[in-house]
């Protein structure tokens, strides 16, 4: 039970980073949009990491050179991706909430007018305490 418990740890722990990584390479690579793709490697690598943690923390012995142990592996790792899927919905949903909450302008539909964002402002002015010297 603990084992579980600690990869549960992990996993959440390896969303977040995973989330924040994707984050970066699509600002740096792909100009902000967005890549399904990532996604899924996501989703595969939390699943990787969640029943490797779970392997390594039950003193599960693994050697991947039987055929057994593979198939047992695959059993785990899909397990895995069934308990990484509902969480990793979760964080992408918090993720682009807080992403949609920061943003400081949005683009008319033509890609030239920048509409600033009001609550990013009112946000900027509370937390600063600012007080303009005009008004």
């Not at 039970?1 to 390896?14: D, E, G, K, V």
């Not at 057994?68 to 990484?84: D, H, N, P, R």
């Amino acid at each position: 039970m603990a084992a579980l418990f600690i990869s549960m740890l992990f996993c959440a722990s390896s969303i977040a980073v995973l989330l924040l990584v994707k984050e970066q390479i699509e600002r740096m690579f792909f100009r902000w949009k967005d890549v399904p793709f990532l996604h899924v490697i996501n989703v595969l690598v939390a699943g990787f990491i969640v029943a490797v943690s779970y392997y390594k923390l039950s003193d599960i012995e693994l050697h991947l050179s039987t055929m057994a142990s593979a198939k047992q592996f695959l059993y785990v790792f899909i397990g895995a991706l069934e308990l990484v899927f509902p969480i990793y919905l979760l964080g992408c949903w918090l993720f682009r909430k807080r992403k949609r909450r920061e943003k400081k302008y949005t683009r008319s539909k033509d890609k030239k007018v920048l509409y600033i964002n009001e609550k990013y402002l009112a946000r900027r002015r509370d937390s600063h305490d600012y007080h303009s010297k005009t008004s």
